[in-house]
């Protein structure tokens, strides 16, 4: 039936390969099937959880009372990496510094993102830090193992226990926001466009004065439509979506490389792109 076809339709449009499960927003996840949805909760949850070749690895979220992540608990072969309060902490050690190389896992920048990748399991974690938290948190897994938790079946919600939490129903209200951004899309987004208002509307409510929980919502629709696709170009002057603050004479990009080259390497893999902070031409 139509249902059907366009369930199909929108799942194939944001399934990619690596396997890659994303949550950003107050609480929209895309887990690894490629469809959208959005929980509004204070509780932790279980992102993804799964063993391969005998390894483990888990990774649990909380989001505050702002929408944005505020603990995020990476667990790997027995090693524990949480983020919080802008920091990373291995081990419970204090905040390490980056680039932080570990016999099992490296902790690098990556554009305007932080990056994980483990050395024992095909998965990187990238994470988006912004004040009050972490607006953009995603996995890449370059394998198709059973996965559980929001990633992997998010038609039977379970949280982990918690003494005070609470899970809402999802609620949407007409946001112009949203309304004026999707008038852009529809090259890209066709007949999605109605589920994704949908989303949206959810994801803004009760936060529309954090522009981290819309502009994040925002840059993922907008990154996921394509350089090519006419809202580009354009859509941080619909939203009034600032950019990203770079150090220094670097300047912003929405797609650039994702290793800046310096004196002392100069080297760049120019295949790796993503939104980053980059050198002047010329310089270095």
Same mark, same amino acid.
């Given at each position: 039936?139509?249902?059907?076809?366009?369930?199909?339709?929108?799942?194939? %449009?944001?399934?990619?390969?690596?396997?890659?499960? #994303?949550?950003?927003?107050?609480?929209?996840?895309?887990?690894?099937?490629?469809?959208?949805?959005?929980?509004?909760?204070?509780?932790?949850?279980?992102?993804?959880?799964?063993?391969?070749?005998?390894?483990? +690895?888990?990774?649990?979220?909380? #989001?505050?009372?702002?929408?944005?992540?505020?603990?995020?608990?990476?667990?790997?072969?027995?090693?524990?990496?949480?983020?919080? =309060?802008?920091?990373?902490?291995?081990?419970?050690?204090?905040?390490?510094?980056?680039?932080?190389?570990?016999?099992?896992?490296?902790? %690098?920048?990556?554009?305007?993102?932080?990056?994980?990748?483990?050395?024992?399991?095909?998965?990187?974690?990238?994470?988006?830090?912004?004040?009050?938290?972490? =607006?953009?948190?995603?996995?890449?897994?370059?394998?198709?193992?059973?996965?559980?938790?929001?990633?992997?079946?998010?038609?039977?919600?379970?949280?982990?226990?918690?003494? &005070?939490?609470?899970?809402? =129903?999802?609620?949407?209200?007409?946001?112009?926001?949203? #309304?004026?951004?999707?008038?852009?899309?529809?090259?890209?987004?066709?007949?999605?466009?109605?589920? %994704?208002?949908?989303? +949206?509307?959810?994801?803004?409510?009760? %936060?529309?004065?954090?522009?981290?929980?819309?502009? &994040?919502?925002?840059?993922?629709?907008? #990154?996921? +439509?394509?350089? &090519?696709?006419?809202?580009?170009?354009?859509?941080?002057?619909?939203?009034?979506?600032?950019?990203?603050?770079?150090?220094? =004479?670097?300047?912003?990009?929405?797609?650039?490389?994702?290793?800046?080259?310096?004196?002392?390497?100069?080297?760049?893999?120019?295949?790796?792109?993503?939104?980053?902070?980059?050198?002047?031409?010329?310089?270095?």
């Amino acid at each position: 039936n139509m249902s059907f076809k366009w369930l199909l339709a929108f799942s194939y %449009f944001w399934l990619q390969v690596p396997y890659t499960c #994303r949550t950003f927003g107050s609480g929209v996840v895309q887990p690894f099937n490629g469809t959208l949805y959005h929980v509004h909760s204070d509780c932790p949850f279980t992102l993804t959880r799964f063993t391969h070749n005998r390894v483990e +690895c888990a990774i649990s979220m909380k #989001r505050g009372l702002n929408g944005l992540l505020v603990h995020v608990e990476i667990m790997i072969n027995k090693i524990k990496t949480v983020l919080e =309060d802008g920091g990373v902490q291995v081990e419970a050690t204090k905040s390490v510094r980056l680039p932080y190389d570990h016999t099992y896992q490296h902790i %690098f920048p990556y554009g305007i993102y932080t990056k994980l990748r483990s050395a024992v399991l095909p998965l990187a974690v990238i994470w988006h830090s912004v004040p009050g938290g972490i =607006d953009t948190l995603w996995t890449e897994i370059e394998l198709s193992s059973d996965m559980k938790g929001l990633c992997g079946n998010h038609l039977r919600l379970t949280s982990k226990k918690a003494l &005070s939490c609470v899970i809402l =129903d999802p609620v949407s209200t007409i946001n112009t926001d949203c #309304r004026r951004l999707f008038s852009y899309t529809l090259d890209c987004l066709m007949h999605m466009t109605p589920e %994704f208002i949908r989303v +949206c509307e959810e994801n803004i409510h009760n %936060f529309e004065q954090n522009q981290f929980v819309s502009c &994040s919502f925002f840059k993922e629709v907008v #990154r996921q +439509c394509g350089s &090519s696709s006419y809202i580009w170009d354009i859509w941080r002057k619909i939203t009034h979506c600032e950019e990203p603050k770079c150090a220094g =004479d670097l300047f912003y990009v929405e797609e650039g490389a994702a290793f800046v080259p310096t004196c002392s390497n100069q080297k760049t893999d120019s295949y790796d792109l993503t939104s980053s902070c980059v050198c002047p031409n010329g310089k270095e």
